[in-house]
């Protein structure tokens, strides 16, 4: 149920295309809610039959051109309402940590490359965090809204960090065995 509620906050903070929304999603939002490109447009056809969202009104009709679209007060109650809602946590689903339960029955062969690996990536991935962090919130910029983008960003940053921790646990663990 969270894509319509992604999509929502998207058009909210500026109306887009599908497209625009596509390429927003692999810059911000689809650090924590992914998104494939179909995915999107499914959900834009979607919002729209249920009185959501709009496609604004283009001056020049053109051919080919792309729909943009805004969100309808409806939408707007929608998003207020979702986001006073309970949810409880998910369930972590992670291949690693099965990969490493499954090493205890038959060996931990192979285990440390991946986890090697796994350390390099969230490297990369804390280090574009930050490089977000640097970029896009500078100090002074203290506005509830900048305050609240901050404090997802830096979700991703504490995971990222605790991954960091783990995986080198892990790792030193798993090296010790071999």
Same mark, same amino acid.
């Given at each position: 149920m969270s @894509?319509?509620?992604a999509?929502l *906050? /998207? @058009? ?5 295309s599908g497209l625009?929304?596509t ?6 939002i689809? +650090?924590?809610?992914? &998104?494939?490109h !179909? !995915?999107? +447009?499914?959900?834009?056809g979607?919002?729209?039959? &249920?009185g ?8 020049v009709p053109?051919?080919g051109?792309k729909? !943009? +679209?805004e969100v309808? =007060? /409806?939408?707007?109650a929608?998003l ?6 309970? !949810?409880?946590p998910k369930?972590i689903r992670d291949?690693? #940590? ?5 090493? &205890?029955?038959v060996?931990?062969?192979?285990? &440390?490359?991946?986890l090697r690996?796994?350390?390099? #990536?969230?490297?990369?991935q @804390?280090?574009v +965090?930050?490089a977000?962090?640097?970029?896009d919130f500078p100090?002074?910029?203290d506005?509830?809204?900048d305050? @609240? ?8 940053v504490g #995971?990222? *960090?605790?991954?960091l921790?783990w #995986?080198e ?6 090296? =010790?065995?071999?």
């Amino acid at each position: 149920m969270s @894509l319509p509620h992604a999509i929502l *906050t /998207a @058009l909210l903070e500026k109306p887009s295309s599908g497209l625009e929304l596509t390429r927003r999603f692999d810059k911000s939002i689809g +650090y924590f809610w992914s &998104a494939t490109h !179909q !995915q999107i +447009y499914r959900e834009l056809g979607r919002l729209e039959e &249920a009185g959501l969202i709009r496609e604004l009104p283009s001056e020049v009709p053109v051919r080919g051109q792309k729909k !943009q +679209y805004e969100v309808l =007060d /409806a939408g707007s109650a929608e998003l207020a309402r979702w986001v006073g809602e309970s !949810q409880d946590p998910k369930a972590i689903r992670d291949p690693l #940590l099965l990969r490493i339960r499954a090493a &205890a029955v038959v060996g931990p062969n192979g285990l &440390a490359a991946e986890l090697r690996r796994h350390l390099d #990536l969230h490297r990369r991935q @804390l280090a574009v +965090y930050e490089a977000i962090e640097e970029k896009d919130f500078p100090p002074g910029r203290d506005s509830d809204e900048d305050r @609240l983008r901050r404090l997802v960003l830096h979700g991703g940053v504490g #995971l990222e *960090t605790f991954w960091l921790r783990w #995986l080198e646990e892990a790792l030193a663990e798993v090296e =010790d065995m071999t």
